[in-house]
């Protein structure tokens, strides 16, 4: 078993930046591959970025790319997600996951976190 609790959302003004970490505790969190996904009202679930167990391969969705960073500390049992130039579009419930095997891309986690919202104002 794993769980997951995320941090750090807020409101935060077009363009500012937050940081969101995600703790694990459970089973060793070098042997799971991680990724963050949101959800807005009435729309799916989607995929944000993901990364590997060593941290060495990380992916992007395409309109966060060059904005958000993902990262790990597997010694702190860390995942984060550095937002900087953040949107009104990115305003979301922001979700970390974490899955031993499968596709990075959706949202087929085995874990999932309670989330944390994230509200960017124009």
């Known amino acids: 078993q794993v769980q997951l609790v995320e941090s750090g959302g807020g409101l935060v003004q077009s363009g500012g930046s937050l940081r969101l970490s995600c703790a694990a505790s459970?089973?060793?969190?070098?042997?799971?591959?991680n990724g963050w996904f949101r959800q807005a009202p009435g729309k799916e679930r989607e995929f944000v970025a993901g990364?590997?167990?060593?941290?060495?391969?990380?992916w992007y969705a395409d309109s966060v790319k060059g904005r958000f960073t993902i990262s790990r500390q597997n010694a702190k049992r860390t995942i984060y997600l550095q937002m900087n130039s953040l949107k009104p579009e990115d305003t979301a419930a922001y979700y970390c996951a974490a899955q031993p095997r499968g596709s990075i891309f959706t949202p087929d986690y085995e874990y999932w976190g309670q989330g944390t919202q994230v509200t960017v104002s124009s």
């Open positions: 990364i590997n167990w060593s941290g060495g391969s990380t």
């Open positions: 459970g089973r060793t969190l070098s042997t799971l591959v």
